[in-house]
């Protein structure tokens, strides 16, 4: 399993983006696709998480701030991020997993300043 992520970039306080992340490959044994982050200096986060059935899991800090979609169809998960804060600036990487497997995307850098 592949998994290719983009949409990051450098977006202001208070502004929005939308990431994306695309698998290819053996995709039906994927479960649980998400995303986690990790920030300068700290270790990687979860972030939001989707199961194939719907089941979302968010980290409290972005509660409210981010949404976490799916298209099964098309093997992609999405994260809509809004009012975004500078403490939110990490490389965002995407997951997959199932069938006893885990799988990462290359990540994509989110940076939020003024």
């Known amino acids: 399993v592949q998994l290719q992520a983009s949409g990051g970039g450098l977006v202001q306080p208070g502004g929005s983006l939308r990431l994306s992340c695309a698998a290819s490959g053996s995709v039906f044994s994927i479960n649980v696709m998400g995303w986690y982050r990790q920030a300068p200096g700290k270790q990687r986060e979860l972030v939001a998480t989707m199961t194939r059935g719907g089941t979302t899991n968010y980290a409290d800090s972005v509660k409210g701030r981010f949404t976490i979609s799916r298209d099964n169809a098309k093997s992609t998960v999405y994260l809509q991020m809004n009012s975004l804060e500078p403490e939110d600036t990490a490389v965002y990487y995407c997951?997959?997993?199932?069938?006893?497997?885990?799988?990462w995307g290359q990540g994509t850098l989110v940076t939020v300043s003024s």
């Open positions: 997951n997959g997993n199932g069938m006893g497997f885990n799988y």
